[in-house]
Structure formats: C-alpha cells, structure tokens
C-alpha cells in the first residue's frame, strides 16, 4: 500500500522540469524539433550539399555573434560588426598585392582599430554602448565606400580556396568558425578575462570597487568583437570571391544578436554562453532556410527573427523578475 502511494510521486517529480530549464537548454530542443520536422517535411533537407550550404551560410554570423556575445556579457552591444566586415571586404583587394597574410593582417587590424575606438569610447568617454557603435556603424560603412566605392573580384587562389575548399568534406570556413568558438568558450570558461567579464556584466560598480581593470577589459572585449567581425569579412569575401562593400555585412548586427539571446546569453549581461550562442545561430539560419524553402519570402524569415528576439527578451525578463 505504502509503495503504490509512494510510485505516482516519484514519476510526477522525475517528471517536472526544474524552473528556467526552457530559458537554459530551449534553443538546443528547438534546434532538434526544427531538424526533425523537416526531415520530415523538406523535399531533400537531409543531403549531404544541403546541410553543408547551411553551415557555410551561417559560418559569418556564428563568428561575429562569438564577439557579440562577449560585449553582450558586460551588458554593452556592438552594432558597428556589420560595417567592420564591410570595411575588411574593402581592404582585402587593396593589399592582395603585397601577398594574402599582410592583406588579412590589414583586414585584422582594420577591426581591431575600430574596436579601440567602440572601447575608449564606452570606457573612457562613458558613451552608452548603443550610441558609441551605431556612430561607428555609420562611419565604418562610409569608410569602406570611400576605400572602394564599387566592388572587386578576388583572384588570389589561396583566399579562393579557403573560400571554397574542404577537407574530409568539411568546409575550411566552417573549421575557422568552430576553432574560433573554442577559444572564446576557454576564454570565457577557464581564463581571468572571462571571470572579469561576467563581473563586470553582473555589476560593473561592484567590479570597480574590487579594484578589477574594468575600463582595460571592455577596451579588449570590444577590440575582440571587432577583430572576429573583420575575420568574418575576410571569410564572406572569399566566399563571394568578391569584395562588396556595399551589401556585405547588412543587419548581420541583428542576426547576431538574435543568436547571442536566443542562446541564452542575457541582454541585461552577467553571462556569457558561448555554445548557446552557436546553437542560437544554426537555429535563425534553420528557420530561415525553412520558410524560403516552403515558399516564403526572405521578408517573411525577417519578421519571424523580430518576433523571437522579442519573446527571448521577454522571457528573459519574467526570469529576472523573479
């Protein structure tokens, strides 16, 4: 008798989630249920040249959100990554010339120095995050205009082929992108930058008054923002096998933000998930490639990627108010 009544307990508790598991693992569950519905219902989606178009489309988001995740960590934003990658993609053909490491060097350093300026600019100046880089994004933009006001074909066969080659069948780009999410999760997980970073996102007053350097740390967390968003120009552009200022990098910002809450990283900061943050990217990237394959237009994959990013909000919102 007393083991009847003691079974229904135990299932019903085994069965309860505990409180916020949908806010911390929601994305990887919704990332199954999206592969497994069109599996199902997606006229060739599980072909090995699909899903390899999908990871090569998502490579460029999945690298800027790595930095985004890390400004958004110390409740800061960057809006200027889109026109970093613009003003890399600019660059790239400018000093193809004197060989492909210096051009990507140039490329490297075109967004570490927009990067120091975001980062003074938060830092020293005390300028709110989202005023500091929408100035750069429409400075940077006009920048790399001015550095070439049209586009230009790439023909360095070494960029051509990161662009395009593989290896094993895995495609270099998506490599550099997975290496890349690597060292940022050691950074954040087992180094003393990521600890301050976290800290200073969950109370930067508190942080100051422990003496950490907290103007030094959002000056690197923004130059590391900016350096990956000119990586991801470098690995468009090659991708494109043609520099296009212009377009190149347009609402990427969005999109990497998107990836950065839906993956469990909070606006408000204080934490940074650096594998959510990938999660997040193959899930926007799946839900668009979703609609456009069942006759929806791009306008329509914009619009359901707005009303994510307000529900995560949201949801992250009743979960601090608790």
């Not at 990956?228 to 096998?241: H, S, Y």
């Not at 990497?256 to 943050?277: D, E, H, N």
């Not at 839900?287 to 009303?307: E, F, G, N, W, Y």
Request: charged share 10%.
């Amino acid at each position: 008798m007393a083991s009847s009544s003691f079974a229904p307990r135990l299932g019903s508790s085994a069965l309860r989630l505990r409180p916020g598991w949908m806010q911390d693992n929601g994305v990887y569950a919704a990332l199954v249920v999206l592969l497994l519905a069109n599996a199902a219902f997606t006229d060739r989606f599980v072909t090995v040249s699909n899903l390899r178009t999908q990871l090569i489309q998502v490579v460029p988001v999945v690298i800027v959100a790595l930095g985004m995740a890390l400004v958004i960590g110390t409740e800061g934003i960057d809006l200027s990554v889109g026109s970093v990658m613009a003003l890399a993609s600019a660059l790239l053909p400018q000093y193809l010339g004197y060989g492909w490491p210096v051009a990507l060097v140039v490329c490297i350093l075109g967004g570490v120095a927009v990067g120091l300026v975001n980062g003074w600019l938060v830092a020293s100046i005390g300028l709110q995050p989202i005023v500091a880089t929408l100035a750069s994004l429409i400075a940077v933009r006009g920048l790399a205009n001015i550095v070439l006001d049209n586009q230009a074909d790439i023909h360095d066969r070494t960029l051509l082929d990161l662009g395009s080659g593989s290896v094993l069948g895995i495609p270099y780009t998506v490599l550099v992108a997975a290496v890349l999410a690597l060292v940022v999760a050691f950074l954040v997980r087992r180094t003393l930058v990521g600890r301050r970073i976290v800290s200073i996102g969950g109370n930067r007053a508190a942080s100051e008054l422990a003496g950490l350097p907290v103007k030094r740390t959002l000056l690197l967390v923004y130059v590391i923002s900016g350096s990956l968003a000119a990586v991801a120009g470098v690995l468009a552009t090659a991708r494109l096998t043609a520099s296009t200022p212009n377009t190149l990098g347009n609402l990427v910002e969005l999109s990497a933000i998107t990836a950065v809450v839906v993956g469990g990283t909070p606006l408000s900061g204080g934490k940074v998930k650096i594998l959510g943050t990938v999660a997040g990217a193959l899930l926007m990237q799946l839900i668009r490639s979703t609609l456009i394959a069942h006759d929806l237009k791009d306008s329509a994959a914009q619009m359901v990627q707005a009303a994510i990013i307000i529900v995560a909000v949201y949801s992250q919102r009743r979960r601090g108010a608790r």
